[in-house]
C-alpha cells in the first residue's frame, strides 16, 4: 500500500492545532510545526500548544440565541479538538464557555502528542516552506513571524501585512432608526459595487447631526475612557488615513466635520438642508444586513463605544455586529487572496486559517482551521471537501473570508447573526436567532452527511 505523503501544518496555536487535529483524524498523517520555545513571541508566555493570550472565555455557549453558541455547537458535531478540550477545562461563567488555561492548553497538547499519525517539531518555518511541502496549512495568528510575513507579502504582493489593524464598528441594520437616517450617496453619486437597496445614488445610510448635538457628541470622544497599546505593539505607527475617530475629534472641533464627518453632497430628505454633520454607515455584506461605520476605527473601550455611538441620531437602538479596535494584526486580505478551498491563488500548495484568514475571536479561528484541515486532508486523499452552506455558522465564516464582502473593504470579523442568509420576513422578531440556529444545524448536518459519504 502506498504510504500517504504528509500534510504540513505551520503554527500550533487553536487553529493549527484542530486543523492537525481534523487531518490526523481522516487518516492522513500530518507534521504540527511550532517555534515556541525555539523563537518566542511577545505576546506567549509559555510554551504549551493552543495557549490562550487574552481572555480566557469562548464567549456565550447560548445555541439559540448567540451566534457564538452556535459555532460551539457546529464545532462539537465536527469532532473540533478544540472544542472537546474546552469542555474538559471549563470553570463556571454563567452562560458564557470559560477555560482553566493551564488544563485547556495540557489536553489540547496531550491529545496532539498521543496521536500516532501526528508529528510534532519544534522548530520556526522562516520564510515560505521548502517546495516539497505540496500540501500546507499556514495557522500562524496575528503574531505570524517577521520572515514568514515576509515572504507572504512578497509573494502576493500585497504591501501591508503587519499593521494596526483598524476595525471601524459594524451595526446591524435592522436596529437602525430610519425614521431619523436615511438613504443617500454623496452627490447621489453610484459606486463600483452598483445599486444599494434604495436604487441608485443611495449606497450609504446617514445620521444627522445639527450643531448643538454635535459638540455635545464631540465632547464626549474627547472624554471617553480609551484602551492602551500594549508595550509590543506601540513601536507600529497609526496610518495617517486610519487615525481613530477621537485622536481625529482631539485635533478641534471641526476636523471630523471636514473629515469622515463631512455634510457635503448631502441633503436631508426631511428638512431640505444640509445637516451640520453625517455619519455615514456603508453596507458590509453582501446580505445587505450589517453596516460599517465609516472611518470610525476607535481605541474607545467598549462600553464607552456603545454608550457614545449611541448618541448619533439614528442609532441610540443600535445593535453592534462588531465593536471597533485598533491593534497590531497580521491578517490577510482573503477575499482578494484566497480560493473557495482557503488556498493562496498565488501559490495553491499553501492554505490559511485562523486570524491570519481575517476572524477574530478564538472559537472562530479553531473554525477556520478545521475547515482548512479537512480541505487539506480530503485534497490528499483525491477528493475535495466543499464548504459547509452559507446558513452555517462554519459556512458563514468561510463565505465572509471567501467573497462575502467587498476585498477593498475587507476588515476582521467575529461570527455573528448578520453574517446569515435571513429567515423569511414572516419570522417574528424574536424568533429569528432561534430559526437561524434550527435551520444552521439542520444543514450542517445534510453537510456533514454528504462529507463522509465522499470520504467513504
Not at 472611518?295 to 474607545?300: L, S
Amino acid at each position: 500500500m502506498t504510504q500517504i505523503k504528509p500534510i504540513h501544518v505551520i503554527g500550533g496555536g487553536l487553529a493549527g492545532s484542530e486543523a492537525a487535529w481534523q487531518i490526523a483524524s481522516a487518516g492522513v498523517p500530518v507534521v504540527l510545526h511550532e517555534m515556541r520555545p525555539v523563537r518566542k513571541t511577545d505576546a506567549h508566555q509559555g510554551e504549551g500548544l493552543a495557549e490562550l493570550v487574552c481572555s480566557n472565555s469562548f464567549r456565550s455557549d447560548d445555541v439559540e440565541g448567540n451566534a457564538v453558541g452556535l459555532l460551539h455547537e457546529e464545532l462539537r458535531r465536527c469532532n473540533s479538538l478544540i472544542m472537546r478540550a474546552a469542555d474538559v477545562a471549563k470553570v463556571p461563567a454563567g452562560g458564557a464557555l470559560a477555560v482553566d488555561r493551564d488544563v485547556f492548553s495540557a489536553e489540547v497538547q496531550s491529545v496532539i502528542e498521543a496521536h500516532p499519525l501526528i508529528e510534532l517539531r519544534r522548530e520556526e518555518i522562516a520564510g515560505l516552506p521548502p517546495t516539497e511541502w505540496d500540501n500546507v496549512i499556514v495557522a500562524t495568528g496575528p503574531l505570524t513571524s517577521p520572515a514568514l510575513a515576509d515572504a507572504v507579502r512578497t509573494l502576493t504582493g500585497e504591501q501591508s501585512l503587519a499593521f494596526f489593524d483598524a476595525i471601524a464598528p459594524i451595526v446591524h441594520r435592522d436596529s437602525i432608526d430610519m425614521d431619523k437616517a436615511w438613504f443617500q450617496s454623496r452627490y447621489d453619486k453610484v459606486g463600483p459595487g452598483g445599486a444599494g437597496e434604495q436604487g441608485e445614488g443611495a449606497d450609504y445610510i446617514n445620521c444627522p447631526f445639527e450643531k448643538p448635538n454635535y459638540l455635545e457628541f464631540h465632547a464626549a470622544l474627547l472624554a471617553a475612557e480609551k484602551t492602551e497599546f500594549k508595550e509590543w505593539e506601540k513601536n507600529t505607527p497609526y496610518f495617517e488615513g486610519c487615525l481613530p475617530i477621537e485622536v481625529m475629534a482631539e485635533r478641534g472641533p471641526r476636523t471630523l466635520t471636514f473629515g469622515p464627518m463631512k455634510p457635503v453632497g448631502l441633503t436631508d430628505p426631511r428638512t431640505g438642508r444640509k445637516p451640520y454633520a453625517v455619519v455615514q454607515l456603508r453596507q458590509d455584506n453582501k446580505l445587505g444586513t450589517l453596516f460599517n461605520m465609516v472611518g470610525f476605527q476607535t481605541k474607545m473601550k467598549y462600553a464607552e463605544q456603545t454608550r457614545i455611538f449611541r448618541m448619533i441620531p439614528g442609532l441610540e437602538n443600535a445593535q453592534f455586529a462588531r465593536l471597533g479596535g485598533i491593534h497590531r494584526n497580521t491578517f490577510l486580505n482573503s477575499p482578494k487572496l484566497l480560493d473557495s478551498q482557503l488556498r493562496l491563488k498565488a501559490m495553491p500548495g499553501l492554505r490559511f486559517a485562523g486570524q491570519v484568514t481575517g476572524v477574530e475571536g478564538y472559537v472562530e479561528s479553531t473554525a477556520i482551521g478545521l475547515l482548512a484541515g479537512r480541505m487539506a486532508a480530503a485534497q490528499r486523499l483525491g477528493s475535495e471537501q466543499s464548504p459547509p452552506p452559507p446558513t452555517t455558522a462554519l459556512g458563514a465564516l468561510h463565505s465572509h473570508l471567501t467573497g462575502g464582502t467587498d476585498a477593498k473593504h475587507f476588515q476582521p470579523m467575529n461570527v455573528n447573526f448578520g453574517l446569515f442568509p435571513p429567515v423569511g420576513a414572516d419570522v417574528p422578531r424574536n424568533e429569528r436567532k432561534p430559526a437561524l440556529s434550527r435551520r444552521a444545524l439542520r444543514d450542517l448536518a445534510s453537510w456533514l452527511t454528504g462529507a463522509t459519504a465522499a470520504a467513504a
